[in-house]
């Protein structure tokens, strides 16, 4: 008789261990998307190592408006499009105890030059928003671009 109550006592437990589990990405994902909305900027140390003036973007719920600018001052992007995302599941972005970031693939349309598809890494934490590639074949990543939250401005725009 008591090996029957230790015998539901874990199978309660188990349940609730497998439940807590898939609720902990869900939870991550519905934070990290909301953070992703609002008004970022290219870092000044970013802008210069990557020969860029500067960079900003407002994030909606479902469009980007982007703006690049050269050295020269010459506008190299400057457009409103459509985006959507997808979940990408790995370890270290499910680990609620490992890291802050969530990342997603990211299809935009007319933001030449960079490419249609990429990589979106959101870090709460830090509040960094990063857009890249990576070629699995050599395992390098490329960096297109690398924002910052601004609070400020998107307490004032949303």
């Given at each position: 008789?008591?090996?029957?109550?230790?015998?539901?006592?874990?199978?309660?437990?188990?349940?609730?261990?497998?439940i807590l589990s898939s609720a902990i990405p869900y939870h991550k994902h519905v934070c990290h998307k909301s953070f992703l909305k609002g008004f970022w900027q290219a870092p000044i140390t970013f802008c210069k190592?990557?020969?860029i003036g500067s960079a900003c973007a407002y994030?909606?719920?479902?469009?980007?408006?982007?703006?690049?600018?050269?050295?020269?001052n010459n506008v190299m992007i400057n457009n409103y499009v459509p985006y959507t995302l997808s979940y990408v599941h790995n370890v270290k972005s499910w680990n609620p105890l490992n890291n802050t970031y969530m990342e997603y693939e990211i299809e935009v349309t007319d933001l030449d030059p960079l490419p249609s598809s990429m990589k979106l890494r959101i870090d709460m934490y830090n509040g960094i928003l990063m857009f890249y590639t990576e070629d699995d074949e050599t395992?390098?990543?490329?960096?297109?671009l690398q924002l910052l939250k601004n609070n400020n401005a998107t307490t004032g725009i949303l």
């Open positions: 008789m008591d090996i029957n109550k230790y015998a539901i006592g874990i199978i309660i437990v188990v349940i609730l261990l497998i190592n990557s020969d994030i909606t719920e479902d469009t980007i408006y982007m703006i690049m600018i050269d050295n020269s395992d390098k990543s490329t960096i297109y």
